[in-house]
């Protein structure tokens, strides 16, 4: 199937690792061109050599910490100077610290506000001036956005308001033909899966194979899903493939939500 997404402008943040990187390296598979972002300098330069070395893609780099809404402003118009506007647009953050809602203060709940519904709320008010007719942009959150997770109290807050951000842009951006979806990952192999692992079992007293072992009982598919899967989900959605969904929520998990 042709995807429609050759030459195509796109923007990945938080791109250096993980889902972000997964999904950058799925865009210049399939053609697009890319801008990718992250905090760490060396790290998003040495992800962009390894995309550049697959795909021969065209790929420009930038360090932004999306916590910081100015930085957001800059690169996406940095960016959409460089070709001229943007096709597809991908916000992305890292995740807040594991805890539960007693384990919190102001302070953890103001720095994940801006990490998290901050930066996705900059991501699109930023975005909006260079997208058109066709544009689509894909908002990535969490099984917490729609099954609370007591351990990931601030995710659960915050991711579920990028949920619902998505669920109005799509109304709202319609009639512009902009299409706003977002895509639920559910348990990845990747750092951040790890890092909450290593959490849990803390908490529990357990080693990190007793936790991994029980996380794969609960899923119907009996594994951790591999971020290429997770990615190819975004690919489609972000492509002409999907020209008729917009407002979706897709949950990439090997069936851990059930709600129907």
Known sequence: M?????????????????????????????????????????RIDEAAERIRA?????????????????????????SAERWDGLDLVVPNAGGPRAATFGDLDESDWDSAYRLLLRSALASAAY?????????SILFMTSISARQPLGALALSTVFRGGVAALAK?????WAGDEIRVNHLIPGRILTER???????????????????????????PLGRYGHPAEYAS???FLLSDAAAYITGASLQVDGGVLRAI
């Open 233 to 235: 989900a975004a690919v």
């Open 193 to 219: 899966v790890a890092e909450l692992d290593a959490f849990l079992a803390e908490r529990r007293g357990v080693s990190v194979e007793v936790v991994r072992a029980g996380q794969e009982a609960s899923i």
């Open 54 to 78: 697959r795909h021969g893609a065209e790929v420009h780099t930038a360090v932004v910490d999306v916590s910081e809404s100015e930085q957001i402003r800059h690169w996406m118009d940095w």
């Open 2 to 42: 042709d995807l429609g997404l050759r030459g195509k402008r796109a923007v990945v943040a938080a791109s250096s690792k993980g889902l972000g990187f997964a999904i950058a390296d799925a865009l210049a598979a399939e053609g697009c061109r890319l801008a990718i972002c992250s905090r760490d300098g060396e």
């Open 168 to 172: 109005l842009l799509a109304d709202e």
């Open 127 to 135: 975005a909006r001036p260079h997208l058109g007719s066709g544009a």
